[in-house]
């Protein structure tokens, strides 16, 4: 089978490493694909969000199967236009993806749909929100309704930083029209854990559970980014609260999605805090994770392609995941300044011996093939994934690995995992 993978960062470098490995699939193209992707798939020239030319591409190289990574092109539609030309995509449909590209719309459905999650207001002036804010107190959390990299939720501490939050987002217009509407939403307190499920718009089929490291710094420290490392599985979800989640929020959210008339096809990715066993909502994404999937794939013992073809199919009640039992670990080295401005174009070095060792696979989110080096191109660089016969062996051999790979300016964090292993021991 003839695929194209959509994006070039570490999930769809996994995605593509994950394919690879199917016996049934004979070529994959990406698009744009990065240096690591490189190895493994034909690189196209085309952006993630050019949504015609993808649609033309896949159309004259005869694709078999299109499988979209990044948000941008769903909410962008790439999947209706796949379809109107009768090209065979995995993803959700431009109004299903409204669950990630708008706040207001998801914390509505999860109301409607009595689905837990935070007490919320919407705003669409700011003078109100502040009101509000005022009424309420601190601490608050303020969420630009739209798209905003990973950026646009807020954790404020104080109601003078909340105010001011309201202020760049819907009058200074930081993230532009992603701020026309504000969520003011409770601040929960517990255990945050990424849980995905892939669903065909009836049947709703896990997978194994990870945890996220948004925060720059270790301890959880510094501003928020896309996800500085992973793993899989999350302890915190317990078989008891997988059940919850699956009985109370990912079959109730497809349902209301089907109900809406919206269904939902592709992964959807719930976003949770769990406190006392009990998950809510913080947000919803309609893709799968990155870093999660680095993790996730590897621990991946299945096909790939059958569950990502079952659910463009609409049978995924045929199909049963099945998944290492160990644990797999990503950390993610940064560029200097990340996640501020950032530099590009620095050579890395150590990624052979790095790659060489047992049960390692060093993922390229932003890299580029310059003069024969392989070089920085973003923020976040590599997602160093580790498999292990328990969570400190994973942890450790990530670390072996990242040790191993140097060029200028390079971060990460120290506490991936650490965690997990609080809580298990
Ligand atoms: P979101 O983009 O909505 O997932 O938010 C990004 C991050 O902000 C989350 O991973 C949490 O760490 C934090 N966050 C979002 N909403 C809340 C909330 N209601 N209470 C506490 N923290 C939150
Ligand atoms: N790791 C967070 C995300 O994929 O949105």
């Known amino acids: ?29 990406a698009a744009p694909g990065n240096a690591g992707i490189a190895e493994l798939a034909e690189c ?32 962008l539609g790439i999947v209706d236009e796949f379809e109107g030309r009768d090209l065979r995509i995995f993803g959700a449909s431009r109004q299903a993806a409204a669950l990630e590209g708008s706040k207001v719309f ?16 919407t705003f669409y002036r700011a003078e109100d929100a502040k009101r509000y804010i005022q009424d309420v107190g601190a601490p608050i959390v303020v969420k630009a309704d739209g798209l905003a990299a990973g950026k646009g939720a807020v954790v404020c501490a104080t109601v003078p930083d909340a105010l ?13 029209d992603a ?49 500085m490392g992973a793993y899989s599985p999350a302890p915190v979800v317990t078989e008891a609260v997988h059940k919850k989640i699956m009985d109370q929020i990912m079959i109730p959210t497809v349902k209301a999605m089907a109900a809406e008339g919206c269904p939902f096809r592709g992964v959807l990715y719930a976003g949770l805090m769990i406190e006392n066993g009990e998950p809510k909502v913080l947000e919803f994404n309609a893709r799968f994770g990155d870093p999660e999937a680095q993790p996730q794939f590897m621990r991946t013992e299945s096909d790939r392609l059958t569950a990502l073809e079952a659910v463009v199919d609409q049978r995924l009640h045929e199909v049963e995941i099945r998944w290492r039992p160990e644990p797999a670990v990503c950390v993610v080295m940064a560029a200097g300044g990340y996640p501020g401005t950032h530099d590009t174009g620095k050579p890395i070095t150590g990624l052979g011996t790095a790659a060489r060792l ?9 890299t580029a093939l310059v003069e024969g080096k392989i070089v920085t191109n973003g923020g976040r660089v590599l997602g160093v994934t580790a498999l292990g016969k328990d969570i400190s062996n994973a942890i450790a051999q990530a670390y072996r690995a990242v040790e191993k790979i140097h060029w200028d300016g390079a971060h990460y964090r120290t506490d991936i995992g ?8």
């Open 1 to 29: 089978m003839r695929v194209l993978v959509v994006g070039g960062g570490g999930r769809e470098h996994s995605l593509v490493w994950k394919l690879r490995q199917s016996p049934r699939v004979s070529q994959i193209y």
């Open 44 to 75: 196209v020239d085309i952006g993630a969000s050019e949504v015609r030319r993808l649609a033309d591409f896949a159309a004259n190289q005869a694709i078999e199967l299109t499988v979209v990574g990044p948000e941008l092109p769903l909410t």
């Open 106 to 121: 998801a914390k509505r459905l999860m109301r409607k749909h009595k689905i837990p999650t935070g007490f919320f207001q």
């Open 164 to 176: 001011d939050t309201v202020k760049r987002i819907m009058e200074d217009r930081v993230f532009g």
């Open 179 to 227: 701020g026309a509407r504000v969520v003011v939403e409770e601040f929960l307190t517990g255990e945050e854990a990424s849980f995905l499920a892939f669903t065909d718009g009836q049947t709703v089929v896990p997978m194994a559970s990870a945890q996220d490291h948004k925060a720059a710094l270790d301890d959880d420290k510094g501003p928020n980014t896309g996800g």
């Open 358 to 366: 047992k049960d390692v696979v060093v993922f390229h989110a932003a």
């Open 418 to 425: 650490r965690k997990a292993i609080e809580r298990i021991a």
